[in-house]
């Protein structure tokens, strides 16, 4: 069965930092794209950032970067999202999301993904 989970929300202060941790169970998460999405109250889920299996290909929402980090670790078994400078427009639930097939190199869109975790919730107070 395959299982991603997230970690490392909470509650920070504007201007804070955060890094948030997914990890994966019952796939070969090494080898599979990976992305960060979030979900804001009353809003659709979008993207945030995404890193390609071999971490050729790095891809961020316009408006993060310089402010947000996708990283994976050496042993591919988890893949962190790195949150400086935070603002209250980024308080939402994060999740992660890894993809059916391996040797892929990530995108933008939420159907190109198949496992999801079950999100992180992120607040940032003004």
């Known amino acids: 069965q395959v299982q991603l989970v997230e970690s490392g929300g909470g509650l920070v202060q504007a201007g804070g930092s955060l890094r948030l941790a997914c990890a994966a169970s019952?796939?070969?998460?090494?080898?599979?794209?990976v992305g960060w999405f979030r979900q804001a109250p009353g809003k659709e889920r979008e993207f945030v950032a995404s890193?390609?299996?071999?971490?050729?290909?790095?891809d961020y929402l316009d408006s993060l970067k310089g402010r947000f980090s996708i990283s994976r670790d050496n042993a591919q078994t988890t893949v962190y999202l790195q949150m400086n400078s935070l603002k209250p427009e980024d308080t939402a639930v994060y999740y992660c999301?890894?993809?059916?097939?391996?040797?892929?190199?990530?995108?933008?869109?939420?159907?190109?993904?198949?496992?999801w975790g079950q999100g992180t919730r992120v607040t940032v107070s003004s």
């Open positions: 999301a890894t993809t059916r097939w391996p040797l892929t190199t990530g995108t933008r869109s939420p159907n190109e993904y198949h496992y």
């Open positions: 019952g796939l070969t998460f090494g080898s599979r794209a």
């Open positions: 890193i390609s299996w071999n971490v050729r290909n790095i």
